[in-house]
C-alpha cells in the first residue's frame, strides 16, 4: 500500500537550517505530485511546498508558498524514491508539524489536495 514517512524533525535554533525526508513506497515511481504541508496548534494547515514526478519532463511543476520563498528548496532523489524539503533561515512561526503527501497527478494540484499522507514530523523553531 502507499506509504510516506517523513523524518529531520527536530528542535532548531532561529536563523538555522533543517533538512526534512519524506521516503515514498508502494506506487510507481512516475507519476506524482508530492507536496509538504505543516500545521502549528490551533492553525489551519498550511501547504508549503510541492514537487511532481514530470519536473524535468517538460510539464512538471515545482510550487512554493509565498511564506517560504527565498527560505525552503523541496527536491527530490529517484533512486531513493525520496523528496526533500531543505529550509534555510528559519523562524520561530515556522514551528509546527511538517507532513508529505502524494497526488497520483502529473503535476501540483492547484487546490493542494492530496490523497494520501504521511504521519508528520515536529520542527521547533526556538528564538
Known amino acids: 500500500q502507499v506509504q510516506l514517512v517523513e523524518s529531520g524533525g527536530t528542535l532548531v535554533q532561529s536563523g538555522g537550517s533543517l533538512t526534512l525526508s519524506c521516503e515514498a513506497s508502494?506506487?510507481?515511481?512516475?507519476?506524482?505530485?508530492i507536496g509538504w504541508f505543516r500545521q502549528a496548534p490551533g492553525k489551519e494547515r498550511e501547504g508549503v511546498s510541492c514537487?511532481?514526478?514530470?519536473?524535468?519532463?517538460?510539464?512538471?511543476?515545482?510550487v512554493y508558498a509565498d511564506s517560504v520563498k527565498g527560505r525552503f528548496t523541496i527536491s527530490r532523489d529517484n533512486a531513493k524514491k525520496t523528496v526533500y524539503l531543505q529550509m534555510n533561515n528559519l523562524k520561530p512561526e515556522d514551528t509546527a508539524v511538517y507532513h508529505c503527501?502524494?497526488?497520483?497527478?502529473?503535476?501540483?494540484?492547484?487546490?493542494?489536495?492530496?490523497?494520501?499522507w504521511g504521519q508528520g514530523t515536529q520542527v521547533t523553531v526556538s528564538s
Open positions: 503527501a502524494v497526488e497520483f497527478a502529473p503535476s501540483c494540484p492547484v487546490a493542494w489536495t492530496y490523497d494520501f
Open positions: 508502494g506506487f510507481t515511481w512516475d507519476h506524482w505530485a
Open positions: 514537487i511532481s514526478s514530470a519536473v524535468g519532463r517538460g510539464d512538471g511543476s515545482i
